[in-house]
Structure formats: C-alpha cells, structure tokens
C-alpha cells in the first residue's frame, strides 16, 4: 500500500520486553508530515521522543503501527532493507557531531556518499558544495580538532545534505554547543527548511530551540500531549 506525504504514522505502538515487565515506550501515535515541513519533537527524559526517533530513522521498527516513508510502508522491513532506506533516504545529525578524527571536514562528508557507491570522480565537487552551503568551504582541509563545536555541527549537517536525503533527523543538535552557537545552527537548519525546501525532523528537550520549527508535537508518556503550529494555530 502507498499513501501520500512526506512522513505518515498510523497507531504506532512500542513495546520493549524487559523479562518481569514490558515497557511501552509509544502508545497509539499517529501524525503525518508534510514535504518541505520543520517539525520539533519535544518532550522530558522517558517521553517516548527518542523510540520516536529511532522509527522514524529506521534504526528500529514498532511493535505495532504502520510508517510510511515517502509514500511507501517501511514498519516491516528487514534490517538490510531499513539499512538502504537509512543510506539513501535519511539524512542523521547528532548531538555528539559523530565525526571521524583523523579525516577532515571535506573527507567526513564524502563518506556516505562512499557507502552509496558514488564515484570517486564526484564525490569531492559534491562534499565541497555541502561544506559551502553551510559556510565551512574554508576549512574543508581542517580536521574536527581544528574546528570549533559549531563548526563541527556544521560539517555534521553537510554530511547529512550531501546525498540528497528526502527528510533530516537531527536528535538534539544543539546538546553540545552554546546558546549563541546553538541559535546559529538553528537558523542554519532554518535556511536550510525555507530556502532549500528540506524536510525537518529535530528532536530537543529545549523550547527554545523548538520554536525555531514551524510546527511542535510534544510528547509525554508515549503519547502525544499538544500538537502545535507556529503561531499557536
């Protein structure tokens, strides 16, 4: 079966077996999101965001519940196939940066395009147009230790843009930084959203960096608490 949207969940319920007790982390969620949205997933320690999170980043799968990716039911896949979908559909950003630190900038961002198969002939001219679109084309030479945090989540989103990935998971990207940098990576992944059109997925525990969404669902005890556009409508 195919639907239409971006991103649609249907009932989607996780439950981890923990011996003596099951643990439903997600109870019954459903949303959709649209192509070229911003979206915040909020919610405190324990809320159900981050299982959230590793569905809709085919790290995982529901118990129950139906994802459609792009279009296409993706809930029942095998691990290889959730691992092509990964490679070729999904963008990651992390909190921790996860670059290599014997490889510079512009050799971090040419490495999913690696695992893709991309021919070395283009991989260079494409990782140097992701590095200049989030304004690190000078310090594509430099190793992660050369670059400042923000720097270095900047490299991390270049990474994430360079095989044109439909959707961008980014699971609190500003953890690590300060507020200053943190508002300028948010506004990066604003421009990003209205200039390029890109689809947004960021989870945070942080209202403020929530608000740099143009929608925020907020998460309590595995179900969904509000479900907010921006400007409260």
């Known amino acids: 079966m195919a639907t239409d949207g971006m991103v649609l969940l249907e009932g989607i319920t996780k439950i981890y077996d923990l ?6 982390a997600l109870r019954d969620v459903s949303f959709s999101v649209a192509e070229g949205e911003f979206l915040s997933i909020m919610g405190a320690s324990g809320s159900g965001k981050s299982t959230l999170m590793n569905i ?17 039911d993706v809930s029942g896949l095998s691990r290889d196939e ?58 594509a030479h430099h190793q992660p230790q050369q670059l400042s945090g923000g720097q ?7 990474r994430a843009l360079v095989n044109d990935a439909s959707i961008i998971l980014a699971d609190e990207p500003t953890g690590n930084l300060d507020s200053r940098t943190g508002r300028d990576i948010m506004g990066l992944f ?6 390029l059109g890109r689809t947004i997925i ?11 969404g143009k929608r925020t669902i907020t998460f309590r005890d595995g179900i969904i608490l509000k479900d907010e556009r921006a400007g409260g409508s």
Not at 19 to 24: A, C, F, H, L, M
């Open 19 to 24: 011996g003596d007790v099951q643990v439903e």
């Open 56 to 72: 809709l980043g085919c790290l995982d799968t529901p118990t129950r519940g139906r994802y459609y990716l792009e279009g296409f």
């Open 82 to 139: 959730l691992a092509d979908i990964r490679k070729h559909k999904i963008g990651f950003v992390f909190q921790g940066f996860n670059l290599l630190p014997r490889m510079t900038a512009l050799e971090n961002v040419q490495l999913p395009m690696l695992y893709n198969g991309v021919p070395p002939s283009l991989r260079e001219g494409k990782a140097m147009e992701a590095l200049e679109m989030v304004g690190l084309g000078k310090r």
């Open 152 to 158: 270095q989540q900047r490299v991390a989103i270049a």
């Open 190 to 195: 604003t421009e990003l959203n209205e200039k």
């Open 202 to 212: 960021q989870v945070t525990h942080e209202a403020e960096m929530a608000a740099y």
